[in-house]
């Protein structure tokens, strides 16, 4: 059973343009909501997270909006640029325990 | 100097071999993990490790056995490789109980199964 459910599964956006990409989770004791970005060829690295005791967060160009009574989270990607092209994985956690990973995002910025 | 380190980068064998990738971290993290990301980039967990003790198992044929020789290094040993096992295997650590939760990835393994 998917833990976390993303989508959509690609995405192409114009640069300049704003990259939504959307997941949704079940266990309400997860604690830790954390964006993974991965390049070709790379493994995944952390973008940004966010706790739900908070309903956003922004680092940058980068925004997590969080909605716990509806179980749902997105990452929003202002101004994309053709730099930003990755995949990318939602995830979420119990602290202490594993990770629970989306099934990625393919996103295109094209120039 | 590289956080989390799996060698070898690209591992190409036949069918019905054994091979080993190795990982190593010196993050000083007390867990460590192994994942594998199919062709479609979704991430599945193998297993988990912390403080050297097994914890995450998941439904991994037992053709695949990791080894955790010290919190530092987590190796993953794949015996009678199969067509299916061609992946990339991605090495990651964390801390278990740390609030900030970060796993941190290595470069990944790609293997080819031929």
């Known amino acids: 059973q998917q833990q976390v459910k993303q989508s959509p599964q690609s995405l192409i956006v114009q640069k300049g343009g704003i990259s939504i990409i959307n997941c949704a989770y079940e266990?309400?004791?997860?604690?830790?909501f954390p964006w993974y970005q991965q390049f070709p060829g790379k493994g995944p690295a952390l973008l940004i997270a966010?706790?739900?005791?908070?309903s956003e967060k922004k680092e940058g160009r980068f925004t997590i909006s969080f909605n716990k009574s509806a179980k749902q989270f997105s990452l929003h990607i202002m101004d994309s640029q053709p730099g930003d092209s990755a995949t990318y994985f939602c995830?979420?956690?119990?602290?202490?325990?594993?990770?629970?990973f989306g099934t990625g995002t393919s996103l295109t910025v094209i120039p | 100097d590289t956080a989390v380190s799996q060698t070898p980068k690209y591992l190409v064998t036949q069918m019905g071999n054994d091979k080993s990738i190795k990982c190593e971290q010196n993050?000083?993290?007390?867990?460590m993990y192994w994942y594998k990301q199919d062709s479609k980039k979704f991430l599945k967990i193998m297993f988990s490790?912390?403080?050297?003790?097994?914890?995450i198992n998941e439904t991994v044929p037992n053709r695949f056995s990791p080894k955790s020789p010290d919190k530092a290094h987590l190796n993953l040993h794949i015996n009678s490789l199969e067509l299916g096992d061609s992946a990339v295997y991605f090495c990651a650590s964390g801390s278990f109980a740390r609030a900030t939760g970060e796993l941190f990835f290595g470069e990944g393994s790609r293997l080819t199964v031929l």
């Open positions: 966010i706790r739900p005791d908070v």
């Open positions: 995830a979420a956690s119990r602290t202490g325990n594993q990770f629970y």
């Open positions: 993050l000083g993290h007390d867990t």
């Open positions: 266990n309400t004791a997860f604690d830790y």
């Open positions: 490790y912390n403080n050297k003790e097994l914890i």
